[in-house]
């Protein structure tokens, strides 16, 4: 659970310091419903996905869960509008949107390669 604290904690700062010193004029607010959905999905990742013991999840895990606790604590910290200095054709973004992506994508990898290398374990009961 450590190594997937940490590496939200290493998001949520590279994520608050890009969208500090980063300006930007495309930003948006983003709802309260959202707000408590990324804090409540960044606890759920840190607590539940550390319990299959593998290190792999667990890092994914802290990369997604530090996305959505940096898109809580920005959206707290900008009232306005979180700033998104990433921008490609019409779409804006910041890095907890990239952290959360990349976090999920390796996550499914990695839960994936964790019960394949454990099949002969799936059938056990829970």
């Known amino acids: 659970m450590t190594l997937a604290v940490a590496a939200a904690a290493c ?3 590279a994520t608050l310091a890009d969208d500090a010193l ?6 948006h607010a983003r709802s309260p419903l959202a707000l408590a959905a990324a804090g409540a999905l960044a ?3 840190l607590v539940l996905v550390p ?4 290190l792999s999840m667990s890092l994914a895990a802290g990369v997604a869960a530090g996305g959505a ?3 809580l604590v920005a959206g707290l910290a900008w009232r306005d509008g979180v700033p998104n200095p990433l921008t490609r054709g ?3 973004f910041n890095l907890a949107d990239v952290a959360i992506g990349a976090g999920d994508t390796f996550l499914v990898g990695a839960a994936l390669f ?8 799936l059938y056990e009961p829970v």
């Open 114 to 121: 964790h019960a394949w290398s454990k099949r002969d374990r």
């Open 90 to 92: 019409g779409i804006a």
């Open 51 to 54: 319990r299959a013991r593998s």
């Open 22 to 27: 980063e300006p930007s004029r495309l930003s």
């Open 11 to 13: 998001v949520v700062a």
């Open 43 to 45: 606890v759920a990742l």
């Open 69 to 71: 606790a940096a898109t």
